[in-house]
């Protein structure tokens, strides 16, 4: 009897052993991959040209003004830390139009655009109603209402976010989502990016949204006076001239002279009032006497004594066709 009780332990005590050394020691080959986090814009990280709505939009500064109009406290809540998020993750910076405007304005003086004076340029709304669409529920609505359009960038003077839905993530997802696209940002169709068409609490920024933001800010908000087109022709010793200076820069320029040379020589100034950015000015002269005689070619030359993008594209020069 005890010999049979003595079996029994040990064969109890080895069918042990076996389940712990089949449960805590593996056999066979265990392989691991990179989890598919991809976070950028695009699935395939190709670029930057569909980031946005148009390429290079911006606003004309780096310092952005915004003004909430009548929004819950939890909607305005998350407004105001979408706005730190980005700050943190950027070289932006966003203000109060109602606080900091006036202050704004006693430092920069006269640099200070009228559109910054007059207006803020991101305005917050909110809206309590259930919307749909497609039978999704909408959570907001954002981007730029008004834009000049530019060879170097597109400028955003003014954009609009309505918060329809409060965030129910950790971060506001919904309010970031709708600033970007007052910042210009195009829907992504990387299902792990905040600006994904559907919000998921998991979706994060990435790199590359960040990196652009500082990239196209990094640009100092200059004027920059260029020469759209021009065109000469002469009368014997009198010049007919067209000529067309564009305004491409962040801001409006300062006055300006336009000079003209024969060769070397001076021909005429003409005073060049403020041009707003985006704007041009066409200028036409009739019989202007040229003193010189057998030169080979006429210099346009914009003499601007403030900073600009761009100097290289302040001169023109027209030769004689053969």
């Known amino acids: 009897m005890g010999l049979k009780i003595l079996l029994s332990f040990i064969f109890i005590l080895f069918v042990v ?3 712990v050394f089949y449960w805590f020691i593996p056999f066979g080959t265990i392989e691991f991959n990179v989890a598919p986090n991809n976070y950028n ?18 606003y004309p500064d780096s310092e952005i003004s915004y003004k909430i109009y009548d929004c819950p406290l939890q909607k305005e809540n998350d407004m105001l830390e979408a706005f730190e998020i980005i700050s943190s993750n950027t070289i932006l910076e966003f203000y109060s139009f109602d606080s900091d405007t006036e202050n704004k304005e006693s430092f920069l003086g006269e640099n200070l ?6 207006t803020e340029e991101i305005s917050v709304t909110c809206d309590s109603e259930v919307k749909i669409e497609d039978k999704m529920f909408i959570a907001g609505e954002g981007g730029p209402t008004e834009v000049i359009g530019g060879e170097i960038f597109n400028i955003i003077l003014h954009g609009k976010i309505l918060l329809i839905k409060e965030s129910a993530c950790e971060r506001p997802n919904v309010a970031i989502h709708e600033l970007l696209h007052a910042l210009g940002f195009n829907h992504s169709s990387n299902p792990n990016n905040i600006m994904y068409p559907f ?3 998991r979706q994060t920024i990435g790199e590359d949204i960040p990196i652009l933001i500082n990239q196209l800010y990094s640009v100092p908000s200059y004027s920059d006076l260029a020469f759209e087109n021009v065109s000469a022709v002469m009368h014997g010793r009198y010049l007919d001239a067209n000529v067309s200076i564009r305004n491409d820069g962040l801001r409006d320029s300062e006055k300006a002279k336009l000079e003209i040379y024969a060769d070397d020589s001076f021909v005429k100034e ?14 036409k002269l009739s019989n202007v006497w040229i003193k010189k005689t057998n030169f080979q070619e006429l210099e346009f030359f914009i003499n601007s004594s403030f900073n600009e993008l761009e100097k290289k594209n302040n001169k023109i020069v027209l030769k004689i066709k053969e």
Not at 270 to 283: A, C, F, S, T, V
């Open 41 to 58: 814009f695009s699935l395939n990280a190709s670029g930057t040209e569909n980031m946005q709505f148009y390429k290079n939009m911006r």
């Open 17 to 19: 052993v076996l389940l």
């Open 270 to 283: 003409i005073d060049l009032d403020i041009i707003k950015m985006g704007y041009k000015k066409i200028i």
């Open 199 to 201: 919000s998921k609490c």
């Open 113 to 118: 655009s009228e559109q910054e004076i007059s």
